[in-house]
């Protein structure tokens, strides 16, 4: 009776091709329910002298199972090693694969640190669709239908009669149509434009674009908000200097300089040695455009500024041709992560 149960376990054990299907089998055995238990528990029909030697043999019994159910859990072991060992060789001592990580690009950089300038003066992000509509994009900003500032910027238009944005100017439109005033955006994105590719121009750009309308908004506001944009960014005490100049959707108009940060304002070839170094355009919102959009300009007003930055990257990192910026030539990224 006690061989049996020995024999039978012997040969399931044996035949257990999986540790998983042994440690079934083991149960069947050494478990509560299991055939050595229900040995144990026919001590009760064995006469009281002959308990002992019952109980030994049936110990003897639990433990030659227990050393079957070891020795095949280590003939289980060994197969499956035997199966790695012939399979493909791997070598465990190669050194791993480096993963090679991304950086941020150098434009993204600078249009986050410019947002980020920006932020610290209660500035919100906006963003407009890159493909815009002629209102948006001109109409709305004051550029009369054959008005020859449309000419100024060379269009790139879609079969459906929109556009592709010149600038971020009509962001300035869709944010005073959404909301009412206070209003302080900075609107970064694409513009494109049918230039050809060279040193200082690319047909697809970014800007960001400045907006501020409230009641009682002057121009010393402007320059005030530019001083410390510039500074901000370029985290030096540059001092700038506004030019008057013109565009559709601003009265006055200025074209904005700052010290040259190479020289410091002493004179370079960058500056043209001049010391200065033009950065962005700028003005106070042309009350045709508040009325483009249904505000009083009796009541509100405010500036505008549109800065490119491309040109400010190519300053800031001392990059001298925007093509670098487009190339995608880890060389030269590699240095920004
Ligand atoms: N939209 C102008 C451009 O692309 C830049 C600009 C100038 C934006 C003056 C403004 C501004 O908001 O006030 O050339």
Redesign the pocket.
């Known amino acids: 009776m006690l061989q049996s149960v020995i024999e039978e376990a012997d040969s399931v054990f044996a035949t257990a091709q999986s540790e998983e299907v042994l440690l079934h089998a083991k149960a069947r055995f050494l478990g509560k329910a299991g055939s050595v238990a229900a040995l144990m528990a026919r001590m009760r029909e064995i006469p009281p002298a002959d308990r002992p030697g019952f109980g030994q043999a049936v110990n003897a019994a639990k433990d030659r199972v227990e050393a079957l159910l070891q020795h095949n859990l280590l003939r289980l072991r060994a197969e499956a090693r035997n199966r790695d060992l012939a399979g493909p060789f791997v070598d465990l001592t190669l050194p791993g694969r480096r993963a090679e990580a991304g950086a941020v690009h150098p434009l993204r950089l600078v249009e986050r640190k410019m947002l980020a300038v920006f932020s610290e003066m209660g500035f919100e992000v906006a963003l407009g669709p890159e493909v815009e509509t002629d209102f948006h994009n001109f109409t709305a900003l004051n550029f009369p239908p054959d008005h020859p500032a449309r000419d100024m910027q060379d269009t790139f238009l879609t079969t459906d009669g929109r556009l592709l944005r010149?600038?971020t100017?009509p962001v300035?439109i869709r944010t005073m149509l959404a909301n009412e005033p206070p209003i302080r955006i900075a609107a970064p994105g694409a513009v494109y434009r049918c230039d050809t590719l060279d040193m200082t121009h690319s047909p697809n750009f970014r800007?960001v674009?400045?907006l501020v309308i409230d009641r009682a908004v002057t121009m010393a506001d402007l320059k005030g908000t530019l001083l410390r944009f510039t500074r901000g960014l370029f985290e030096k005490d540059l001092e700038i200097r506004l030019r008057p100049s013109f565009?559709p959707?601003?009265e006055p108009?200025v074209e904005v300089d700052v010290q040259c940060v190479f020289c410091g304002g002493s004179g370079c070839r960058v500056c043209k040695h001049s010391g200065w170094i033009e950065i962005l355009?700028?003005?106070m919102v042309d009350p045709a455009v508040l009325a483009s959009v249904g505000l009083d300009a009796e009541v509100f007003g405010g500036f505008?500024?549109?800065i490119g930055v491309e040109r400010v990257a190519m300053l800031f990192y001392g990059v001298d041709d925007i093509r670098h910026f487009y190339e995608n030539d880890h060389r030269f990224l590699s240095q920004f992560a």
């Open positions: 010149t600038h100017s300035q800007q674009e400045g565009f959707f601003t108009s355009g700028a003005g505008a500024f549109g």
